[in-house]
């Protein structure tokens, strides 16, 4: 199934400019204009009746064809009929006019909300939901919440498959989950808060390794293009990477790359450009919330403060979350609004676009590799996905 | 733990709720001849669906109500997009209703489950009334009182379905919280020591609360709240605990049903709850 689908319109247009024009003059071919009709050369290039006078010699009526140089006569030319017949079918009243009718907001790709595809999940199925990870390689979404069995996996259409982790200080267990990553081999990293510790799991939910002693309030993990695990640590204001060997469940290296963050907690980093994005907020306020952008080598990039917007844009935004699209442009989720905005390049001035609205508490965002917003609802306890056509509807992936 | 009934004014969100198809609820907006002397009917119900898959209509007696034919009930929205099937939702639907409209109207809310209609109670004894009243008129929309689904018997049930809904989050021992108001929450009772220092304290930034559980409640639902398992459960456990991880915290003790002579608050307790709320606003 192609992603960008190619609309008719776009295909007229590409005949009206490529086909249905002379490519020495670029005058449209005209049936009724005498001198603009379209003809023949007998190499098949095509011009306009007024080119190939001005082209030929006057005396011996002869000339070269611009395009490959073979000498003619004026005389083999003839009537192009194809192209004739193409720009009559173009002109009658079945085909649809070209420019006539105005493309509507919702429907021009590329600005404006996005669609809800689908939802899933609701109280029961889902408690109290506080971080998610979606698989690059099977589409499955994982997220973890207060349910009996913490860590839940979900396939893209909502079946419930699988769990595991519950409650409990054993290796096995998970006290209180707060964030979920998914590394390319589908093993399972997640920040318990309530354990202090990082715990790395199979994708079956056999725990493999964790890490203790490293953290105080362990918040958003994400894992990076290379595999590495970043790590916020909302208490100590630390953003740590940890090298894990993954084949033999071997933490090899946990260090803190930033210091002196204030209260971090969402992560996320860009699997194109390397970037990475904390979410900070701040004790005093819990709604003022700040983000920061560095690069792959933990140096800061950009900062986006909730002041900075609200002066800009006279909008005050609560940034719950953060996640990068497919292009590298900052998605965040704003719990205040109920919304998820796009703030554009990293290093750009955010200029705030709107994606999502109509959310009760987004708690985290994701992006798959078919161009999927999927957001993970805290206040409704629900998956919802979202995209920019809205005829993926009724397709079957 | 007291039973509080409040509006919980939701978005009206129109959304899907099943995977790759339009929810069935969604229906759009028909297009008639709007006159001043249209009115516009808002009716609400709760109840909790059997699935997210039920549609909610509501049918009446009028024509623009459907004149109590099925096919031509008006489709309800329910106010989240994934209702469950463990929780009640509320759903609410718009009439427009012609001159006059201040005449008594009879409704009946139906489901819609795999093509069958179930019908509220048994029979038009059961119907419910639409008796004009100005003081619901709310920014020019008549809101008619929101209801609870009346079940066969004729009752609501709405003490089976609260304690089913209660019975649900106590078997998960997890806790159920709604935010009714920017700066206030209002939940069910934590049964973690996490729900306190990490989902109150931390996660939703909460820097008071109002606890209405009586000493029995307290020791018999929040015994999870214990850091050390080995002790026995008082009431002074959870006051530590909030003091603990610097939450305001004021205890109200009320029993459930309780008239308002018995939950009158004492001078002091009134004082502190007033000191608490200004401490909410300030810190939120």
Known sequence: MSETAVRAEDILAEIQANLLECKVCFEKFSIQKRDHTARNLPCGHVLCLKCICALSHPENQRLECPFCRKPWDVGSTSECYALIDLQELLLSEACPRLYDRVMGWTESLGSGTLHLRSAFGGWGTVVNPSGMAVSETSGKIVLVHDGEKRVAVFDAQGTHLDGFGRY?????????????????????????????SVKVFTSQGRPMAAIRDSFRL??????????????????????????IDFSRGVVLVTRVVFKELRCPRSVASCKASGNIAVVERFQAGFTASCLRIFNSDFVPLAQVDSFALNLKNSLSLSISSVVFDINGDVIVGDSRNGMVWSLGK????????????????????????????????????????YAADKDDLYCEK | SRILRIFLAQPFNVSDRRHIQISPSYRAPEYCVYSQDMVVFRFGVI???????????VLGSRPEMGHWDPARAVQMNPSRPVP????????????????PNTDKLWFKFIKRVDGNYIWEGNGPHHDRQCVYDDSNMVDGVYCHPIGHWIEETGHTDEMKHTTNFYFSIAGQQAIHFSQVLPRVWLGSCPRRVEHITLKLKQELGVTAVMNFQTEWDVINNSHGCRRDLSQPMTPETITHLYKDCGLSYIWIPTPDMSTEEESRMSHHELWALFHTIKLILIHG
């Open chain 2, 47 to 57: 109840l909790t669906p059997e699935s997210s898959d039920v549609e909610v209509l």
């Open chain 1, 346 to 385: 990293p290093q750009t001035t955010p200029a705030l676009t709107p994606l999502v609205s109509g959310l009760l508490r987004p708690v985290a965002l994701a992006a798959t590799t078919m161009n999927v917003l999927v957001v993970l609802d805290g206040g409704d306890h629900a998956v919802k996905l």
């Open chain 1, 168 to 196: 409990g200080h054993n290796p096995s267990d998970l006290c209180h989950p707060l964030d979920v990553a998914l590394t390319k081999c589908g093993h399972v990293v997640v920040t318990d808060a309530g354990d202090q």
């Open chain 2, 84 to 99: 469950s099937a463990c929780e009640p939702c509320l759903w609410t639907g718009d009439v427009h209703l012609s001159e």
């Open chain 1, 218 to 243: 362990p918040w958003g993990v994400d894992v990076d293009a290379r595999g590495r695990v970043l790590v916020t640590d909302a208490e100590m204001g630390t953003l740590s990477q940890v090298v």
